[in-house]
Nanobody, 122 residues
Framework: QVQLVESGGGLVQAGGSLRLSCTASGSIFAMNTMGWYRQTPGKQRELVSDITSGGTTNYASSVKGRFTISGDNTKNTVYLQMNSLKPEDTAVYYC????????????????WGQGTQVTVSS
């Protein structure tokens, strides 16, 4: 009922930059939080960064100072600007949206994107 469309992944050399985008659409009454997670083979999915509808941001310690998250509430869109990329940033990045459905039921629901590959070469 809620779809997330991601874009912006790719291959980049170490030290380079990429910008990820994610737009949510569907039966959304209000957005709570949007964010990015990442996963590598054999490891659990981990939070990279998220942002609340009020603009409060949160970052994993490994990306602080290098990544910047921003959002556009009018478009239900979140961006992740990734600078100074390192080979250890290589992963599939997933967009997450936590939202209240148009039914206005509780608690808020989660929806995930299909993932976009980010590969950083050394």
């Amino acid at each position: 009922q809620v779809q997330l469309v991601e874009s912006g992944g790719g291959l980049v050399q170490a030290g380079g930059s990429l910008r990820l985008s994610c737009t949510a659409s569907g039966s959304i009454f209000a957005m709570n939080t949007m964010g990015w997670y990442r996963q590598t083979p054999g490891k659990q999915r981990e939070l990279v960064s998220d942002i609340t509808s009020g603009g409060t941001t949160n970052y994993a310690s490994s990306v602080k100072g290098r990544f910047t998250i921003s959002g556009d509430n009018t478009k239900n869109t979140v961006y992740l600007q990734m600078n100074s990329l390192k080979p250890e940033d290589t992963a599939v990045y997933y967009c997450n949206a936590r939202y209240w459905h148009k039914n206005r039921d509780q608690p808020p629901r989660d929806s995930w994107g299909q993932g976009t590959q980010v590969t950083v070469s050394s």
